[in-house]
């Protein structure tokens, strides 16, 4: 018999076998990477997530525990395990075709060129080109190539990909526990996915702990420790510590519109301008601030119903799979109701950890929990609903929001991109709201007819007149109009300082009026507005156009650096596999080359102005909470409250919060841009600016002052005194 099996390997198969020249030459498909500007993952494409890195970089607990499962005597063998291969060759030729005794060069073997048919034939070429590996490569060559090249689940190649899809961890920081888990996937990536079967692959980690201790590789301490280790699955798309779905996908879309399909598979790195202290900061924002809002409005009732066996096996599979179908977002968590009272609710979510609510946790649907709620919006045993985990240990009863939101900030001198949030959650709606959404900017428009106005002779002191207002067909081109103020209610003669602060509509109207619309249309362009989405007519007054959060970062970044334009970037530097820089950015800077498109004494007059705004006007709670007097703003309310935005700055950072439905509805009757997307600016703020010392203004020579406020004499001889009726 053993006669004839050497026959046929060196008469039949030797002749055929691959030439083994890819390992020797190894350079697999590596994917597009992109980074945050301090060197954070933050994107990965590629049909292989693979991070290719040499074996000395590969911690000594990863390599022991897959040693440890796969093939422990991997470093004493010559590539074949001979009892164990005659063991199989036996079972396959009685028809059980049973795999078993590929030790981890075999694998490497039939990962490169074989198919994964269970045959006799094939189990010979696997030999054979074992034995061809060993007599070419080296030990550590040929697991440094296995631990780069197995498929591990997840469209995970190789254990660094593994580390970063499955605990969101770069390689060299892995547990114990954690290495344990990695490298039972190998036997059956699917079987074994923490993903989709922790209970399974906590079992499979369990005994490949339990072989790393019996081979000597752990301390019976480090073996008891590991085992109850809690560990924190994340997942395909949620393996990046830092949320920034949106900005990687911009960066993605402009690669491959570029460079096709080869971008997917060259290991290019892309380093972006975005920060990811300012980008968590601003993930973060954009996530409370429309929890908060959807926490003050009706409840819409439970995700989906499933039934609740008797039986507990069948009864978990039946949670298991419901939670598979609802997965969680961030820290949006869905859970399967197991009891509902009229004051108190137990819930599993996906954990296995049943959580009780009772109180104020359930005060967002205390209506549904009673006998006469409607059926759709019932808790009852076997609803499907989500839990916001407000503090550690502490859940609320929430749900997916409907309301939309948008933030992004960038660096006022040079363009960078430092956050940008596209919406509530990428992985839910990859409509990104920053670039794509075009929406009313309301009030928060007005600072660019004020600067208009600032060219036309008029001045912060000029006295415009607070009052009701009704202007013709004639005027208008369709019908008459009489506009309002927020608040129905009419001040009379004020200044414009106070107006502007105060956002007083039919002082904008007047205004307007007095500069000529198609005058206005002209002006703001130079803030990089499309003259075409805002029509010549009053209402442009009142922000009745269109623009997109990142036209309002670029529009506001010339109020902020003292009248230049930027032009926002995002991708900061491409690298090549093999460290050649591809591309780096060389962005117009405010001082160098950046074009001047405002006077510098109509910027430094309209910065007086808005920062009055955050000091006594709509927007004067950021000076209180973030205890800075440089900061500056304006808040946007639309027409029955359809979008809210607050639009703001320090001299270095412009920030853009917007919120609103995707299908413009009301937001409700109260809620305006300072309710809603100013603390969303604050909060980011809070971290942007930390330590960042405040910076004051000089003014510019061509700037007076007349009764305690600036005003630019060139324009307005007399200082702007004058009164509009």
Known sequence: MFTLLLGYAFLIAKPNLPKISALVDYNPKTPLRIYTADKVLIGEFGEERRKVIPLNEIPVIM?????????????????????????AGVANLRGHLAQGASTITMQVARNFFLSNEKTFSRKIYEILLAWE????????????????????????????????????????DISIAQAAMLAGLPKAPSAYNPVTNYRRAKIRQEYILQRMYELGYITQEQYLKAKTEELHIRGLGNEFSTRADFPAEMVRQLLFSQYGEAIYSQGIDVYTTILKADQDAAYKAVRRGIFEYDLRHAYRGPEGFINLPEDPVKRQRAIDEALLAYPQLDDLQSGVVLEAKSKEMQVMISTGDVITLKGDSLRLASASLTDNAQPKKRLRPGAVVRLLEVESGVWKLAQLPQVEAAFVSVNADNGAILSLVGGFDFRRNQFNHVTQALRQPGSSFKPFIYSAAMEKGFSPSTMVNDAPLSIGSMETGSSSWEPKNYDGKYDGMMRL????AKSKNLVSVRLIRAIGPSYAQDFIQRFGFDPEKHPPYLTMALGAGSVTPLQMATAYSVFANGGYRIDPYLIEKMVDSKGNVLFEAKPVRVGEDAPRVLDARTAFVMDSMLQEVTKTGTAASARAKLGRSDIAGKTGTTNDSHDAWFAGYNPKVVAIAWIGFDKPESLGDHETGGGLALPMWIS??????????????????????????????????????????
């Open 684 to 725: 980011y703020m809070g971290t942007a600016l930390k330590g960042v010392p405040q910076i004051s203004r000089e003014a510019p020579a061509g700037v007076s002052q007349l009764d305690g406020d600036w005003y630019i004499p060139e324009f307005a001889p007399n200082g702007g005194v004058r009164e509009l009726q």
């Open 497 to 500: 300082r106070t107006a502007l």
């Open 63 to 87: 390599r022991n525990a897959v040693i440890a499962t796969e093939d422990d005597r991997f470093y004493s063998h010559g590539g074949v395990d001979y009892i164990g291969v005659l063991r």
């Open 133 to 172: 590996i060993e007599s070419e490569l080296s030990k550590d060559k040929i697991l440094e190539i296995y631990m780069n090249q197995i498929f591990l689940g997840q469209r995970a190649f190789g254990f660094a990909s593994a580390a970063q899809i499955y605990f969101g961890i770069n390689l060299k």
